[in-house]
């Protein structure tokens, strides 16, 4: 029986029938071996198969005819640096003569990054109180880094302040931009910072984003106006018209308002417990 001419079907038709022979058997065995023999691939590619590295000119990483002497020339994207700055808020109040600026800027690799992050007050032409971090950040998933550095806080009046930073920040389920710092700082104070954006697309140039932040501190800061606990919370609506993705300005609204004893030393301070103001700004990045 030839192997082209047997089939699973045939073979069983000859075991049910009873017609096969131990001499069929055997060529039944034979073929099945021979076919398998045949199916195999393997053994030295002859003098003219196609060479391998011929879809890359023939270059290669580390060996081979073409490879580059010295440094290695050939990166992958995220083995390169890139930087960016982005300025998510910078914005001017008429009436009470003030504005913010919250900027953020990174260098680094896709996995590894220098992160400096800035926002502070200004009124009536005057830097009444800012805080920097300074951090090394690093992917610990698709969406989310760690990041770890230090932060440095200044007051017009009141008492400077350094600490330790650690956080995370990325994009949560549901398209959450989220960030969440810890502090540590002299003397054992602690604090806790959370912030989340979300952006909702009303065309592909009209955006509305909601802005949400708290603050928490271990204990009484008082040379600072600061309790321990709850301490603040704003809430904000910026709708922005992108000019370009780099150019977006923005109209809004921001409400805060204090808690705790933060609320009572702002309050024996002669300062606004809570407070609402419409903002006109500017979102960019480059």
Do not use: C
């Not at 930087?83 to 996995?111: C, H, I, K, M």
């Amino acid at each position: 029986m030839s192997n082209k001419n047997r089939n699973p079907l045939i073979s069983l038709m000859v075991i049910v029938s009873g017609l096969y022979t131990p001499t069929l058997l055997a060529e039944m065995q034979h073929g099945d071996m021979a076919q398998g023999e045949m199916q195999m691939q393997g053994g030295t590619a002859p003098d003219d198969a196609r060479d391998p590295d011929a879809y890359s000119d023939g270059y290669t990483l580390t060996q081979g005819p073409y490879s580059q002497s010295g440094p290695r020339q050939l990166k992958m994207a995220d083995e390169h640096a890139f930087w960016s700055v982005l300025g998510n808020r910078l914005e001017y109040n008429g009436p009470s003569d003030s504005a913010v600026f919250d900027l953020q800027g990174w260098y680094g690799t896709t996995y590894d990054r220098f992160v400096v992050k800035a926002e502070g007050d200004i009124v009536d032409s005057r830097l009444e109180e800012s805080q920097t971090d300074l951090l090394w950040g690093h992917a610990i998933t698709t969406y989310f880094d760690t990041q770890l550095g230090v932060r440095l806080d200044q007051y017009d009046e009141g008492d400077d302040r350094q600490w330790l930073a650690f956080g995370v920040q990325g994009l949560a389920p549901y398209w959450f931009e989220l960030d969440v710092t810890g502090y540590l700082g002299d003397s054992g104070r602690t604090a806790l910072a959370i912030e989340a954006e979300y952006e909702l697309l009303f065309t592909q140039k009209l955006i509305l984003q909601p802005r949400a932040t708290a603050t928490f501190y271990g204990e009484d800061d008082i040379n600072n106006n600061l309790g321990s606990g709850l301490s603040d919370v704003s809430l904000g609506l910026r709708l922005r018209y992108e000019i370009t993705r780099q150019f977006a300005p923005y109209i809004g609204v921001e409400w805060t308002d204090a808690y705790g004893n933060t609320a009572d030393y702002r309050h024996a301070a002669g300062q606004n417990v809570s407070d609402t103001q419409f903002v006109t700004g500017l979102r960019f990045m480059f």
